[in-house]
């Protein structure tokens, strides 16, 4: 087991569910991005989500679309952002897991970016725009490195096709709870339960649902149908504001014991 399995299999044990931020490195300062790790260590994160900026980030809202600029503006790039992390490594214990798109891999060089993320104590890739068909290019390199390829699956993915994904890997599946791209969402339907509830009927590895939660009610909502939540750009917001009670508030809600 790598550090996200052990992870879900004590939270199961505990009956709790995951709370994974998304951060983005370089906003802010790359300088910043350890401190960051440790500060939401602290607060109880499951596992910390790493953005990567990108030029052209297609599943991305406007909120994580300006962290990105101004992460890119600060001079970021995917080579310090994996030298940073394994600088954290030092003091951080909990998962982190990459979210970049292909291109950057591709010209960083697939097998050395695998040999580096494993060396800097990555535990996770996401990849948004790498279908199951064409993930041959990276997935065996990453799972010879105990790298988890975390897989998305969406409202308009067909459920025998979410039985496919699920079966692959050993992390947790990426439910994106949303018909778009991320950024804060005020409520969600009953469309989004009906399709929480049959991901998870089929998954055989823990369900993850993220884009566009906001708050402590749509987290205890939405976990009564999944294994834990995703918050991006919420986190992304509170960081840029310096409201730091208020994050730590958000992710208490975690602490309870689920009943589910």
């Not at 292909?102 to 993320?117: A, H, K, M, Q, T």
Request: negative net charge; contains cysteine.
């Amino acid at each position: 087991m790598n550090r996200i399995e052990k992870s879900f299999a004590v939270l199961k044990e505990n009956h709790k569910k995951a709370f994974v931020p998304y951060i983005m490195a370089g906003d802010g300062g790359l300088d910043t991005l350890g401190d960051k790790l440790a500060l939401l260590e602290k607060f109880g994160a499951t596992a910390v989500e790493v953005g990567v900026p990108f030029s052209d980030p297609v599943a991305d809202g406007p909120t994580i679309q300006r962290a990105g600029l101004r992460a890119l503006a600060n001079g970021t790039t995917l080579r310090g952002i994996v030298q940073e992390i394994e600088k954290a490594r030092k003091t951080v214990s909990i998962p982190i897991i990459l979210m970049t798109y292909l291109n950057p891999i591709y010209s960083y060089g697939i097998l050395e970016f695998v040999r580096d993320i494993q060396n800097a104590g990555v535990d996770g890739c996401i990849i948004p725009d790498l279908p199951i068909e064409e993930e041959a290019i990276i997935a065996p390199e990453l799972e010879r490195a105990e790298v988890e390829l975390i897989r998305l699956v969406t409202m308009t993915t067909p459920l025998d096709r979410i039985k496919s994904i699920s079966s692959k890997g050993k992390g947790f599946l990426y439910t994106v709870t949303v018909k778009g791209i991320t950024g804060v969402r005020n409520e969600y339907d009953a469309e989004l339960t009906n399709f929480l509830k049959s991901v998870k009927e089929v998954s055989k590895i823990p369900v993850m649902a993220g884009f566009g939660i906001s708050s402590k009610e749509q987290i205890q909502e939405i976990t009564n149908y999944c294994d834990g939540v995703i918050v991006g750009s919420k986190i992304v917001d509170l960081f840029e504001l310096g409201s730091l009670d208020e994050m730590e508030d958000l992710m208490s809600v975690i602490h309870q014991e689920s009943k589910v």
